[in-house]
């Protein structure tokens, strides 16, 4: 069973009620959760957040909901804690966390990320994007060569950056 969480905590501290914001007419958390439902590679979707005012939210967009502790609400709580409780306290195989921050992620995106979630010998998994840039690690070139000279991007190592609009996990 592919579970898709999509978790909301109302005390956003860096962006404060990012989750609540709106592009265009719908909220961040709408919009995620229309993609997943459009998707339809999931057997259940689930608003896991700690804000019960969202009870409302996911009722209107016919998914479940999932009201954790406080605790796991925190600044000081890890994606693993949340998973960990999330799994600890709901059925199924994978649990798939779409992330409401990622606006710009596509159905697609979903269904390839899912895709990958399924085969045999996956556990899990982080999305990322792979771009041809120049990096650098502190002040270490990580795939280019100041000696060389100026190297041309499309000559570049591709690097891989997790982007966190998609987690999965199977248990």
Do not use: M
């Given at each position: 069973m592919n579970i898709c969480m999509v978790p909301v905590r109302k005390g956003s501290v860096r962006l404060p009620k990012k989750n609540y914001l709106?592009?265009?007419?719908?909220?961040?958390?709408?919009?995620?959760?229309?993609?997943?439902?459009k998707s339809e590679v999931f057997d259940r979707i689930v608003v896991n957040t700690d804000d019960p005012a969202l009870e409302e939210v996911a009722s209107r967009e016919g998914v479940d909901f999932y009201l954790r502790n406080e605790d796991l609400a925190s600044s000081h709580a890890t994606s693993d804690q949340v998973v960990l409780d999330f799994f600890n306290n709901n059925d199924g195989d994978r649990v798939f966390w779409v992330n409401t921050v990622s606006p710009l992620q596509t159905i697609g995106d979903i269904k390839n990320f899912v895709s990958k979630g399924q085969e045999v010998n996956w556990k899990s998994g982080v999305s990322i994007n792979?771009?041809?840039?120049?990096?650098?690690?502190?002040?270490?070139?990580?795939?280019?060569?100041?000696?060389?000279?100026?190297?041309?991007?499309?000559?570049?190592?591709?690097?891989?950056?997790?982007?966190?609009?998609m987690m999965g996990w199977h248990r």
């Open positions: 709106k592009i265009g007419r719908l909220t961040v958390l709408e919009i995620s959760l229309q993609k997943a439902i792979s771009s041809q840039v120049h990096v650098l690690l502190g002040n270490d070139p990580l795939n280019f060569e100041w000696e060389s000279g100026f190297a041309r991007t499309q000559d570049l190592k591709a690097v891989n950056c997790f982007n966190y609009a």
